[in-house]
């Protein structure tokens, strides 16, 4: 099986989680105003629970069901995480994501999502990426409004946790409006280029 690839944004590099990554994982997501706007982190952040969740990422990856990135950022560290999970009968990822709360605000989680969407199309084939935020956690939707996935609505009492029901808000995108958004941002550069050969020719 090939390698799990890193993926370079202008900040950040995604690269696989090392098992050394563990207590950075549980320091940040352990925070309890990070694990209170996602579905799946406990609180508190059971020890060994990190290394854990790290040992699954290579099969999984070989397996073809999901994909896990670190995000680091060269003066921090790791940061975050972003991660798709797919079915690829279906060529469909759900992807998630979090960011430690020393780093929020700077926009990493919207650079991040960028790039393994690009990954998801170009690399991966897929043609449907989705992602849910809970409604108390709007930067969470904007991240998602950012990158171009749109609202397909809101889905009541879709998961439990803590004992509650919760609410769910849902996004998608296409691969058509990924090729859409990408061919709008590249035309500009197109014409520039167009414009100098023409000088040149002059």
């Given at each position: 099986?090939?390698?799990?690839?890193?993926?370079?944004?202008p900040?950040?590099?995604?690269?696989?989680?090392?098992?050394?990554?563990?207590?950075?994982v549980?320091?940040?997501a352990?925070?309890?105003?990070?694990?209170d706007?996602?579905l799946?982190?406990?609180?508190?952040?059971?020890?060994?629970?990190?290394?854990?969740?790290?040992?699954?990422?290579?099969?999984?990856?070989?397996?073809?069901?999901?994909?896990?990135?670190?995000?680091?950022?060269?003066?921090?560290?790791?940061?975050g995480?972003?991660?798709?999970r797919?079915?690829?009968?279906?060529?469909?990822?759900?992807?998630?994501?979090?960011?430690?709360?020393?780093y929020?605000?700077?926009?990493y989680?919207?650079?991040?999502?960028?790039?393994?969407?690009?990954?998801?199309?170009?690399?991966?084939?897929?043609?449907?990426?989705?992602?849910?935020?809970?409604?108390?956690?709007?930067?969470?939707?904007?991240?998602?409004?950012k990158?171009?996935?749109?609202?397909?609505?809101?889905?009541?009492?879709?998961?439990?946790?803590?004992?509650?029901?919760?609410?769910?808000?849902?996004?998608?995108?296409?691969?058509?409006?990924?090729?859409?958004?990408?061919?709008?941002?590249?035309?500009?550069?197109?014409?520039?280029m167009?414009?100098?050969?023409?000088?040149?020719?002059?």
């Amino acid at each position: 099986m090939i390698d799990q690839p890193t993926l370079i944004s202008p900040r950040l590099r995604l690269r696989p989680f090392a098992l050394s990554d563990a207590d950075a994982v549980q320091q940040l997501a352990g925070d309890a105003a990070v694990a209170d706007m996602t579905l799946n982190i406990p609180h508190p952040y059971p020890d060994g629970d990190a290394a854990e969740w790290i040992a699954t990422h290579r099969e999984a990856w070989d397996a073809g069901t999901s994909v896990t990135f670190a995000m680091t950022h060269a003066d921090y560290g790791v940061c975050g995480t972003v991660s798709l999970r797919v079915t690829r009968a279906h060529r469909v990822g759900e992807l998630g994501y979090w960011v430690g709360q020393p780093y929020w605000g700077h926009g990493y989680a919207t650079e991040a999502v960028r790039e393994v969407l690009r990954f998801a199309y170009e690399t991966l084939d897929l043609n449907r990426i989705q992602a849910s935020h809970l409604p108390r956690n709007p930067a969470s939707g904007r991240v998602m409004q950012k990158v171009g996935m749109q609202r397909e609505g809101l889905h009541r009492a879709s998961y439990l946790k803590g004992g509650q029901f919760q609410d769910v808000v849902e996004y998608a995108m296409l691969r058509g409006d990924w090729e859409a958004r990408t061919l709008v941002r590249t035309e500009p550069t197109a014409k520039a280029m167009q414009v100098k050969v023409v000088i040149r020719q002059i």
